[in-house]
């Protein structure tokens, strides 16, 4: 009786981890950083990678309100939500499949989404003609921030997976070492 009570008390451990992830790299958003050098898109890749349903996107994007309203909401934020439900989205074909490559190719997908999506946004804001030169200027003018977003979300996308992945084998390790040695019957 006592190890199933164990076993369900790790699981839901185990279950609890991505949501307090999730939170820790919110906060991590609000300390000073270098621009673009922050966790919430390897968030949103995460959350979409583990968490279920609706809440893949969801809960990313609730960490990001959060941390926006204590930061302050920007024009254009929805290009930036907006990517974030597409890498969240993106999150989903990694759940099935994660590997230390297959979450650094995703990471750099997830790069390039938000550098699209949202300089897409920012081109059709007042800042740039809307012309194909205008298009291009506004992308080529964001590429300084492009490696930033790229080595965060490495950085933050492996120790986000990283993480959750030592603890599950770390779960499943203590929970083999807990069952009981068959029995010899003869």
């Known amino acids: 009786m006592k190890r199933a009570g164990l076993a369900s008390h790790e699981t839901m451990w185990l279950g609890a981890l991505p949501y307090a992830l999730i939170v820790a790299g919110a906060l991590l958003r609000i300390v000073p950083h270098p621009w673009n050098f922050a966790p919430i898109d390897a968030i949103a890749l995460f959350g979409g990678a583990l ?68 300089n897409f946004g920012e081109w059709l804001g007042p800042l740039y003609p809307h012309t194909p030169g205008g298009l291009w200027a506004s992308y080529v003018a964001a590429i300084p921030f492009f490696r930033n977003t790229m080595v965060s979300d490495l950085a933050y996308s492996l120790a986000l997976f990283g993480i959750y992945g030592y603890a599950a084998r770390l779960m499943e390790r203590r929970h083999e070492a807990l069952r009981p040695a068959p029995q010899r019957t003869t």
């Open 51 to 118: 968490l279920p349903g609706v809440l893949g996107p969801a809960i990313p994007l609730a960490a990001l309100a959060l941390s926006d309203a204590m930061l302050g909401f920007y024009p254009g934020a929805v290009w930036v939500y907006g990517s974030y439900v597409l890498i969240a989205l993106l999150g989903r074909r990694l759940a099935a499949r994660r590997s230390t490559p297959r979450v650094i190719a995703y990471s750099l997908a997830a790069s390039l989404i938000f550098y699209l999506v949202t």
